[in-house]
């Protein structure tokens, strides 16, 4: 054995050495977010038992929250850059576990919080309104399966069909959301403009199966789907691209929480105050809802649009 094997050995022992010693202040760390939960949770002046889950958030988001600190003033300089970036990622899962130990001190005192907090409206009437189309009709078929007593109306227009729900004249309306794998931008215009959120999508395939067409069922309220077993759940968001939320960040955090990204896509839509630029997010969801995030996001994403819940895009 060479003096560089030596010197290997060394490194690697080093290394498990320290990654067992960073272990350790991790459980330190998450030991401390607890604490800091429960301390933020018998400071408030509402009972948690009882308040509306955003009114809980918009209290706590009044605290210091951001754990991000510079790295120690002895650091090498050649190492301050990889340093901040450790410093950073730390913080960002700081943030994450925080949401965590904040939903579990909530369920220790009876509060148990669910998707449902956070997209409490009831399902709208079951009124379909669409233009109509053979790829419209074979998506109505799809999404009016699961519903008890459909009724279906016809419209001239897209953008009367999403009035028509934007003003609570009809529960849903199914527009063509994506062609060859695409979002159709004036469809994603129409669902910001009137505020409207995605209930549903699907494939669809037209008569000779050659479609390559998605429809998504739109309504005006976020309401969550009853999911069987294996089905993919997937969240919608979109944020601003010039929004204190990276996109990194929301990657790292929606890992944390056991989530995946399905699709990432850049869109400029029409505000009052002019054109914006926005990232618009479809995260799949893993094993658990999507209760920490929606919690990550109501604390530290001002900006953050939920745009749609839904399942089984495939």
């Known amino acids: 054995m060479g003096l560089y094997d030596n010197l290997n050995n060394a490194n690697i022992e080093n290394l498990s050495s320290l990654c067992s010693e960073q272990s350790i202040l991790e459980e330190r760390r998450l030991l401390e977010l607890r ?10 002046d509402i009972s948690p038992e009882e308040c509306d889950i955003y009114e809980l958030l918009s209290l706590i988001s009044e605290r210091e929250l951001l754990f991000y600190d510079s790295p120690h003033g002895e650091a ?31 369920e220790d005192i009876g509060r148990r919080v669910g998707e449902a907090d956070f997209f409490g409206d009831e399902p709208p009437e079951e009124t379909f309104v669409y233009v109509k189309n053979s790829l419209a009709d074979e998506a109505y078929e799809i999404f009016s399966a699961e519903l008890a007593d459909p009724r279906v109306y016809y419209c ?16 849903y309306c199914l527009l063509p959301l994506e062609e060859r794998g695409g979002r159709l931008r004036t469809v994603d215009q129409l669902i910001f403009s009137g505020d409207l959120k995605i209930s549903g999508v699907s494939p669809v395939f037209g008569f000779d199966g050659l479609a390559d067409m998605k429809y998504a069922m739109i ?10 077993q294996g089905d993919d759940r997937y969240l919608e968001i979109r944020v601003p691209q010039d929004s204190d939320l990276s996109i990194g ?39 658990a809802d999507f209760t920490h995030l929606l919690t990550y996001l109501t604390l530290f994403s001002e900006e953050f649009i939920p745009v749609g819940i839904y399942k089984n895009l495939e």
């Open 219 to 228: 309504s005006g309220y976020l309401t969550p789907p009853t999911y069987a």
């Open 249 to 287: 960040e929301l990657i790292f955090s929606a890992e944390s929480f056991g989530h995946s990204i399905y699709r990432i896509a850049t869109v400029s839509l029409n505000t009052d105050d002019g054109e914006r630029g926005f990232y618009s997010v479809v995260i799949r969801g893993g094993a």
């Open 35 to 44: 604490e800091l939960c429960g301390s933020f949770l018998s400071e408030l």
């Open 156 to 171: 001239n227009s897209f953008k009367e069909a999403a009035e028509l729900v934007a003003s609570g004249r009809a529960g």
């Open 76 to 106: 090498l300089a050649e190492n301050r850059s990889a340093l901040e970036s450790f410093s950073k990622q730390m913080s960002s899962l700081d943030k994450a576990m925080l949401c965590r130990m904040l939903i579990n001190c909530l």
